[in-house]
């Protein structure tokens, strides 16, 4: 299963399908069952506001759970880390209940249907979390050698939600001495993962593609890298695959479609935010550490310079300096600037770049021209990511904490990658929810 082009474990997606078709459909058709079965009793208006308000609940639900990591099968695996957070859940479900009692006291439900819906739901979403652990895993051979191999191995450690065991690691030369002609290799295998298709003999890819037909899971490395971390692994990657991809579709629909999107929210963000914007300004001023705006030419779309806008949350470089990654500087950064920094409060200003059309709200974060340049030297297909508008929040700003080497960039570019093949504005509307989580816990900041 995947969402908005994001492959999720199979219990990961069984999971979020099941909480919502019991939390919005199964749950409120339940509970309303008794008055549905007499509809003389209520007038078919209020019984549908009934229906629609216990709806509304379970959608409200799912997104605080979503926000709780509930969906997250690492956390999952704990049982007294779901107690936690499904407690911590339906808490802030309490709270943000009232708050709408009092906003709208003639929607108020009774006390005792609230507790009872209460019950059932947080007894629906710890029995569903249980059943969701895997009690089989998938045994995988991996047709591969060397450092490859070696990088497959530790992506499937990272990765444990994807519930999978390697059985073995063999070299595409000993596949013979392993699975004789006319062996059956789904008795031992459930999967299997080749790093190179094109070191495979003719032979032993007649018999993978015998053993495909047959219903066997055969994929390359680079897809299921790709599945399980949400990354385009750039080594091993070639300009045909980008080429040839029935991906990486970047046509004038999708830019125009972007384009209104961006106009749209960000406009009605500037506005929404305009009380906190002039409130951070004023804080700023006061602490007389500089200018309050902070201009900065960054590289843009297709390579061309911008210039962009954020709050000062450091004091100025000593003139002459060179350009230096963020983390090298923290020592300039002011105490009113962490705070901004760490719930995103300084890239406010940016909505303006948005409006400009100079950024989107979801894109590779724009860099400055020096270290792209230096990036680029030493990373392949570093150019790539300029070939979508830079975004206020992006993929590997959401999945990567702030990159501060080239390792880390090549990291971050894999993730940018990964956006630029599934660009859609489903995907920049998953961003954007997870990017409230990170904003939230103030993850990732420095």
Same mark, same amino acid.
């Given at each position: 299963m995947r969402v908005c082009g994001k492959a999720l474990p199979p219990r990961a997606a069984l999971l979020l399908t099941f909480d919502f078709a019991s939390l919005?459909? %199964?749950?409120?058709?339940?509970?309303?069952?008794?008055?549905?079965?007499?509809?003389?009793?209520?007038?078919?208006?209020? =019984?549908?506001?009934?229906?629609?308000?216990?709806?509304?609940?379970?959608?409200?639900?799912?997104?605080?759970?979503?926000?709780?990591?509930?969906?997250? =099968? $690492?956390?999952?695996?704990r049982p007294?880390?779901?107690?936690?957070?499904?407690?911590?859940?339906?808490?802030?479900?309490?709270?943000?209940?009232?708050?709408?009692?009092?906003?709208?006291?003639?929607?108020?439900?009774?006390?005792?249907?609230?507790?009872?819906?209460?019950?059932?739901? %947080?007894? #629906?979403?710890?029995?569903?979390?249980?059943?969701?652990?895997?009690?089989?895993?998938?045994?995988?051979?991996?047709? *591969?050698?060397?450092?490859?191999? !070696?990088?497959?191995?530790?992506?499937?450690?990272?990765?444990?939600?994807?519930?999978?065991? #390697?059985?073995?690691? +063999? $070299?595409?030369?000993?596949?013979?001495?392993? +699975?004789?002609?006319?062996?059956?290799?789904?008795? *031992?295998?459930?999967?299997?993962?080749?790093? &190179?298709?094109?070191?495979?003999?003719?032979? !032993?890819?007649?018999?993978?593609?015998d053993w495909k037909m047959r219903g066997l899971p055969i994929e390359d490395a680079q897809g299921f890298y790709e599945r399980a971390t949400g990354r385009v692994r750039v080594d091993g990657l070639t300009a045909d695959q980008c080429i040839f991809s029935y991906k990486y579709d970047n046509n004038a629909g999708k830019r125009r479609v972007k384009r209104v999107f961006d106009l749209v929210a960000s406009t009605l963000l500037l506005l929404l935010t305009s009380p906190l914007i002039l409130a951070v300004a004023i804080l700023i001023w006061s602490r007389r550490d500089g200018d309050i705006v902070f201009k900065q030419e960054r590289t843009g779309l297709n390579g061309k310079p911008i210039r962009i806008y954020k709050f000062r949350t450091m004091r100025s470089a000593p003139a002459g300096s060179e350009a230096r990654w963020a983390s090298d500087e923290t020592h300039r950064i002011t105490p009113v600037g962490a705070f901004l920094r760490k719930y995103r409060l300084d890239e406010l200003l940016q909505l303006v770049n948005i409006v400009k059309g100079d950024m989107s709200l @979801?894109?590779?974060?724009?860099? $400055?021209?020096?270290?792209?340049?230096?990036?680029?030297?030493?990373?392949?297909?570093?150019?790539?990511?300029?070939?979508?508008?830079?975004?206020?929040?992006?993929?590997?700003?959401?999945?990567?904490?702030?990159?501060?080497? #080239?390792?880390?960039?090549?990291?971050?570019?894999?993730? &940018?990658?990964?956006? @630029?093949?599934?660009? *859609?504005?489903?995907? &920049?509307?998953?961003?954007? +929810?997870?990017? @409230?989580?990170?904003?939230? @816990?103030?993850?990732g900041a420095l």
């Open positions: 919005v459909f %199964a749950m409120p058709l339940l509970f309303m069952f008794p008055v549905l079965a007499n509809p003389e009793q209520k007038p078919l208006s209020e =019984l549908l506001l009934s229906l629609a308000r216990l709806m509304a609940a379970g959608l409200a639900c799912q997104a605080v759970f979503y926000y709780h990591e509930l969906y997250n =099968l $690492q956390i999952v695996q007294s880390a779901v107690l936690v957070r499904v407690l911590r859940a339906f808490g802030l479900l309490f709270f943000l209940l009232s708050l709408a009692c009092l906003a709208l006291p003639t929607l108020a439900p009774t006390l005792s249907r609230v507790l009872l819906f209460s019950a059932f739901l %947080a007894l #629906i979403a710890v029995l569903a979390r249980m059943l969701a652990l895997p009690r089989v895993r998938e045994r995988v051979l991996i047709l *591969s050698a060397g450092e490859e191999a !070696a990088e497959l191995q530790e992506t499937i450690l990272e990765c444990p939600e994807w519930n999978i065991e #390697i059985t073995q690691i +063999l $070299q595409p030369s000993k596949l013979d001495s392993l +699975l004789p002609e006319g062996t059956d290799p789904s008795a *031992s295998y459930d999967r299997i993962i080749v790093s &190179d298709a094109k070191a495979q003999s003719p032979s !032993a890819m007649q018999r993978m593609l @979801v894109g590779p974060r724009p860099e $400055q021209p020096q270290f792209c340049q230096l990036l680029a030297e030493r990373i392949p297909f570093y150019q790539q990511r300029h070939s979508v508008p830079p975004g206020l929040t992006g993929w590997a700003q959401v999945k990567y904490h702030y990159g501060s080497s #080239i390792e880390e960039s090549k990291r971050k570019l894999e993730y &940018d990658l990964f956006y @630029v093949k599934h660009l *859609s504005l489903w995907l &920049d509307c998953a961003i954007l +929810l997870e990017t @409230v989580k990170v904003v939230l @816990v103030g993850r």
